[in-house]
């Protein structure tokens, strides 16, 4: 199984397995912006106990689901991890708690045509913001380049007051002005 | 080339860029990520093939898994 298969097979299951779910990290700001190759895909998801098992029973046999979540370092979000077997690729499945933003941006979340599905995925503003705050808590270029990459893409039909409002929470306008300064105007 | 037009080389390149990925499918802009993932992994894995010619493919799974490893290190602050 390749990684583009393998992350095709995890959206499947968590469909399968009627988790609530949306596309995040790189695959979506690959999805609102330009694409760069990714050693991993992330969902948010809203699971309990039960569902991590039914999710365990759908996965193909060549994908192994973790079955003791750990915690990603930045932010202490629980996560699930689902390896590739012979692969260093991995899909991470990180559990939707308490911060505001992760609650909002699941809300939001829009539902996309794409693979001859309708898959969930996080809208541009929220991967615009969720970069940002990373770019900013772990001091990643690449989530950096990620939000510049979205902003150009996607700039003229963004809803800025979203994301301003966000930015300002996060403490990250000063860097959403910086990005969008550097975008070559068309 | 001065710094200028470097910086003008830059910007038009990047136009193209973006033009490029407005252009492109849907199902292709969630799935590159991974197609390019693995594109890098095999020419790394012939990499470390050409390398070390006496190692087997479960060693060159480990030594590909440790550079990747240095990588991801050098991308954390």
């Given at each position: 199984?390749?990684?583009?298969?393998?992350?095709?097979?995890?959206?499947?299951?968590?469909?399968?397995?009627?988790?609530?779910?949306?596309?995040?990290?790189?695959?979506?700001?690959?999805?609102?912006?330009?694409?760069?190759?990714?050693?991993?895909?992330?969902?948010?998801?809203?699971?309990?106990?039960?569902?991590?098992?039914?999710?365990?029973?759908?996965?193909?046999?060549?994908?192994?689901?973790?079955?003791?979540?750990?915690?990603?370092?930045?932010?202490?979000?629980?996560?699930?991890?689902?390896?590739?077997?012979?692969?260093?690729?991995?899909?991470?499945?990180?559990?939707?708690?308490?911060?505001?933003?992760?609650?909002?941006?699941?809300?939001?979340?829009?539902?996309?045509?794409?693979?001859?599905?309708?898959?969930?995925?996080?809208?541009?503003?929220?991967?615009?913001?969720?970069?940002?705050?990373?770019?900013?808590?772990?001091?990643?270029?690449?989530?950096?380049?990620?939000?510049?990459?979205?902003?150009?893409?996607?700039?003229?039909?963004?809803?800025?007051?979203?994301?301003?409002?966000?930015?300002?929470?996060?403490?990250?306008?000063?860097?959403?002005?910086?990005?969008?300064?550097?975008?070559?105007?068309? | 080339?001065?710094?200028?037009?470097?910086?003008?080389?830059?910007d038009v390149l990047y136009r193209e860029e973006v033009a490029r990925a407005r252009a492109m499918?849907?199902?292709?802009?969630?799935?590159?990520?991974?197609?390019?993932?693995?594109?890098?992994?095999?020419?790394?894995?012939?990499?470390?093939?050409?390398?070390?010619?006496?190692?087997?493919?479960?060693?060159?799974?480990?030594?590909?898994?440790?550079?990747?490893?240095?990588?991801?290190?050098?991308?954390?602050?």
């Amino acid at each position: 199984m390749t990684a583009d298969e393998a992350a095709v097979a995890v959206i499947d299951a968590l469909d399968r397995a009627a988790i609530p779910s949306m596309i995040v990290g790189s695959l979506a700001s690959n999805f609102h912006g330009i694409p760069r190759a990714t050693r991993d895909a992330d969902f948010l998801i809203q699971i309990g106990p039960a569902s991590i098992k039914a999710l365990a029973e759908v996965l193909p046999d060549a994908l192994r689901l973790e079955p003791q979540a750990s915690f990603e370092t930045v932010t202490g979000t629980a996560r699930y991890l689902v390896t590739l077997r012979n692969s260093p690729f991995v899909c991470e499945l990180f559990v939707c708690g308490d911060d505001p933003h992760d609650r909002a941006r699941f809300e939001r979340r829009q539902r996309v045509r794409a693979l001859g599905h309708t898959v969930t995925m996080a809208t541009a503003e929220d991967m615009i913001i969720t970069k940002l705050r990373w770019a900013s808590l772990a001091n990643r270029g690449k989530d950096r380049d990620d939000a510049r990459n979205m902003v150009a893409v996607r700039g003229a039909d963004l809803d800025w007051a979203y994301i301003e409002h966000w930015c300002d929470v996060h403490g990250t306008r000063s860097l959403l002005r910086d990005i969008r300064d550097s975008i070559p105007r068309t | 080339m001065g710094v200028p037009s470097i910086a003008i080389l830059a910007d038009v390149l990047y136009r193209e860029e973006v033009a490029r990925a407005r252009a492109m499918s849907p199902d292709d802009k969630l799935l590159e990520g991974p197609r390019l993932f693995d594109r890098a992994c095999r020419l790394m894995c012939d990499g470390i093939r050409h390398e070390h010619p006496d190692l087997d493919e479960a060693g060159v799974r480990a030594l590909l898994q440790e550079r990747l490893d240095r990588i991801s290190a050098l991308e954390r602050p």
